[in-house]
C-alpha cells in the first residue's frame, strides 16, 4: 500500500522544475577523491561513551599540521555547536583538509535545497570529527551530525527523527541523509545499526560514491527514501535489495523523472538531490 499524499504530483512537479534549474557547479564542486575502499563497518568506530575530552580534542597548532588536520569553527560561514555534554556549545573541530572540503559541499547542497520556509540556517551540531582511535574518525575523516538548526525548522538525529511519530520529522531527516549520501559514499543512519540512532555519520574513506547492493547503509537508506519521502509505507528497511526494494526505488526515480538505472552512478546522485529537496518540501504539506 502507497501512503497518498495531498498535491503530492504538483510538489514533485515543482521539485523537478527547480532541480533543473539548478546550478551544477554547487553539487560537482568537490570530486570523488584517489582513495582506498574501505569496510562501512570499520568506517565508523561508534563514539558513543568516549569522554568529552576524547570527543572534542584540544590540538596544538603542530600536532595539526602533522596530523594533516584544521581546525573548523564554521561550514560555509555556519557555526559549529557541540551539545553531548551540557547546553550546546560552540566548538571547534579538527578536521583533514579534503574532508572539509566535502562537509562544505554538503552545506552549500543542503542550503540550496532547504524551502525558503525553513529560514536560513543558524547552526550544525556535532557529535564529534577527528578522534584519536581507529577507523575514518582517527584520520580526521569523519563527522558525526547531531542536528541542524534553521530558523524555523530543526533536524535532529540526535533524538531520532528517523523514526519520528511525525511525518514530517522523519521526511527532513532522510532528506538530510539523502543529500549527505550525495556528498560521500559511506553515510551510516539512524536504520544503520543501534550505534547511529543518534546521528548521521559521514565520511570519505571511499572512493566511489555509487549505489551498492554491497552496503547496507545504502540499501537501507534507499529503502527509507522509498519508504518516508516517497510513501511505499510497507516497504521494510532491511538491507536487502530484492524484487520489491528494486521496484520501489525503480517507481521512485521513474517519479522523479529519472528514466535510466539507479546502478548509474549519476542517476543514484541526480535521485539523492532531486529526493532530498522534494522530502524537504513535503515536510512542509
Not at 243 to 259: E, N, Q, T
Request: charged share 25%.
Amino acid at each position: 500500500m502507497t501512503e497518498s499524499y495531498v498535491d503530492l504530483e504538483q510538489v514533485i512537479d515543482e521539485v523537478l522544475e527547480a532541480e533543473r534549474e539548478a546550478d551544477d557547479v554547487i553539487d560537482d564542486a568537490v570530486q570523488d577523491g584517489e582513495v582506498a575502499e574501505a569496510d562501512e563497518a570499520d568506517a565508523c568506530n561508534a563514539l558513543d561513551g568516549l569522554p568529552d575530552e576524547q570527543l572534542v580534542p584540544d590540538l596544538d597548532d603542530d600536532a595539526l599540521a602533522v596530523a594533516g588536520l584544521v581546525t573548523v569553527a564554521d561550514l560555509d560561514g555556519v557555526p559549529l555547536f557541540y551539545a553531548r555534554a551540557g547546553a550546546p556549545r560552540p566548538q571547534s573541530f579538527a578536521i583533514e583538509r579534503g574532508f572539509s572540503d566535502v562537509l562544505v559541499a554538503t552545506v552549500k547542497s543542503v542550503r540550496f535545497r532547504a524551502p525558503q520556509a525553513f529560514g536560513a540556517l543558524v547552526s550544525i551540531t556535532s557529535a564529534g570529527a577527528f578522534v584519536n582511535k581507529p577507523g575514518a574518525h582517527g584520520q580526521g575523516r569523519a563527522f558525526d551530525h547531531d542536528a541542524w538548526t534553521f530558523e524555523d525548522v530543526d533536524i535532529r538525529p540526535l533524538r531520532q527523527d528517523h523514526a519520528a511519530a511525525s511525518r514530517a520529522l522523519r521526511q527532513r531527516y532522510w532528506a538530510l541523509a539523502a543529500i549527505i549520501r550525495s556528498r560521500s559514499a559511506f553515510v551510516l543512519h539512524g536504520e544503520y545499526d543501534a550505534a547511529h540512532r543518534d546521528h548521521v555519520h559521514q565520511d570519505n574513506v571511499a572512493a566511489t560514491r555509487a549505489f551498492t547492493t554491497g552496503s547496507e547503509a545504502t540499501v537501507k537508506l534507499a529503502q527509507a527514501i522509498c519508504k518516508h519521502i516517497y510513501g511505499n509505507t510497507n516497504l521494510a528497511i532491511d538491507g536487502d535489495f530484492g524484487p520489491l526494494s528494486r521496484a520501489a526505488v525503480r517507481g521512485a526515480m521513474i517519479r522523479a523523472d529519472l528514466p535510466g538505472d539507479v546502478f548509474d552512478n549519476a542517476q543514484w546522485h541526480t535521485f539523492l538531490l532531486r529526493s532530498g529537496r522534494l522530502g524537504f518540501e513535503l515536510s512542509l504539506q
